[in-house]
């Protein structure tokens, strides 16, 4: 995404945000879907903000100079699998598993999104990226631990009644909405 400058015309950010979106199949234990109304239901990793306590989507602001694919894979390391307190050895595994996760991703969403954190002068912008494990068995081999900005991570299923934090709640229904999924 191109760097603005100038007014907020929509809402009231600062930076470029990312977020991710990482959904798998619900699976029971015999390792089959998981169906409601006709539809497969989906489940996603969620973080819930160590900010204000609401539930989100990992993500975070690309630096200058790095591609959003990368700000992904780290964040998600950082707020979904506590990378930051992982052994140089145990991160450099760790990156060749996500490495092979983030190698296809379909874009759900770019643009502007309405965010706590904008004002009349920055906003965010936003590309979310869904990363879509059919199988379970690419993200079967992570287990999910809270760090950096996430106080708390686990799965959760796709829902009506979701309360994510800023826009989120409209890219997971996205997301349902192109894989045909249960909403």
């Not at 409601?36 to 990992?58: H, N, Q, T, Y």
């Not at 989120?168 to 997301?175: A, I, M, Q, R, S």
């Amino acid at each position: 995404m191109k760097e603005s400058t100038g007014l907020n015309i929509i809402s009231n950010a600062s930076e470029l945000f990312n977020s991710k979106v990482l959904f798998r199949w619900k699976r029971n234990s015999s390792g089959d879907k998981i169906i409601k109304g006709g539809k497969p239901v989906l489940e996603f990793v969620a973080i819930e903000r160590r900010d204000c306590s609401e539930w989100a989507l990992p993500g975070g602001m690309v630096e200058p100079g790095d591609t959003v694919t990368n700000t992904l894979k780290k964040e998600f390391g950082e707020e979904a699998l506590n990378s930051l307190e992982l052994s140089t050895e145990e991160n450099k595994l760790l990156h060749k598993k996500l490495e092979d996760l983030f190698s296809h991703g379909n874009l759900v969403f770019q643009g502007y999104i309405d965010d706590p954190r904008n004002t009349d002068n920055s906003w965010m912008e936003s590309q979310a990226v869904n990363y879509h494990d059919d199988s379970g068995k690419a993200l079967d081999r992570f287990s999910l631990k809270a760090g950096d900005d996430a106080k708390n991570v686990k799965w959760m299923e796709i829902s009506r009644k979701l309360h994510l934090y800023a826009n989120h709640y409209d890219l997971v229904k996205e997301v349902a909405k192109q894989l045909g999924a249960f909403w």
